[in-house]
């Protein structure tokens, strides 16, 4: 039984973050990445993955995507993609410098 789930009521609980692999959940598979349908409507919010690893979140709008790391409008979501991996990727490598000196 899911953690989301009491017996007492009935089927009427569903998961609200599907895994990428769960058979339900809602993807779009962009050049590398997996984006994941997380919930809203406008905008609607989508967890991202490279591999197995989720990197965190992007945003759809009506007529943009956006990244969350940044304040820049994308008009494709591999862009707003890229910006969060990008701005993932510089961080990690502040802090491996930071942790060398």
């Given amino acids: 039984m899911s953690f989301l789930q009491d017996p007492d009521w009935g089927d009427c609980c569903e998961p609200i973050l599907l895994s990428q692999t ?3 959940a809602e993807l779009i598979e962009i050049s590398g990445y ?6 809203g409507v406008c905008p609607r919010i989508y967890r991202v ?3 197995d690893s989720m990197l965190g ?3 759809q709008h009506l007529t943009h995507w956006s990244s969350g790391v940044d304040q820049i409008r994308y008009t494709k979501p591999l862009n707003a993609v890229l910006a969060l991996d990008g701005f993932l990727f510089a961080a990690s490598m502040a802090d491996n410098k930071t942790i060398a000196a």
Avoid: A, E, G, Q
């Fill in 22 to 24: 769960h058979p339900n």
């Fill in 57 to 59: 979140l992007v945003f």
């Fill in 49 to 51: 993955y490279k591999d």
């Fill in 34 to 39: 997996t984006l994941v349908y997380c919930k």
